[in-house]
């Protein structure tokens, strides 16, 4: 699976942007896909996930104010972000969760699949 990640920008605060993830590779709909983001000098952190059923999370950071969704018929999953927060800025990286699951969601090490991550810059 390959995935690439675009439609990061510079925003001002309260402001939207909706990043897109485009997959390679037949078994996306069976893949649970995440969004993930790092802050300069932070680590990476969960954002919200789009289980392979259909139901989604969200980290509380985010919750009310970002909307996970997919189409697989175009092996794309997208990251709706609203009411932006100059906190919200950072690289942010789709990634495709490893079957079988060994790590919980929020953990990085349980995503095998990266996107190379696209910049959002909220500024105050």
């Known amino acids: 699976v390959q995935l690439q990640a675009y439609g990061g920008g510079l925003v001002q605060a309260g402001g939207s942007l909706r990043l897109s993830c485009a997959a390679s590779g037949r078994t996306f709909s069976s893949r649970d896909m995440a969004w993930f983001r790092q802050a300069p000098g932070k680590e990476r952190e969960f954002v919200a996930i789009?289980?392979?059923?259909?139901?989604?999370y969200y980290a509380d950071s985010v919750k009310g104010r970002f909307i996970i969704s997919r189409d697989n018929a175009k092996n794309t999953v997208y990251l709706q972000l609203n009411s932006l927060k100059p906190e919200d800025t950072a690289v942010y990286h789709c990634?495709?969760?490893?079957?079988?699951?060994?790590?919980?969601?929020?953990?990085?090490?349980?995503?095998?699949?990266w996107g190379q991550g696209t910049q959002v810059t909220v500024s105050s």
């Open positions: 789009s289980w392979s059923g259909g139901s989604t």
């Open positions: 990634a495709a969760r490893a079957t079988p699951a060994r790590y919980g969601y929020y953990s990085v090490q349980g995503y095998d699949y």
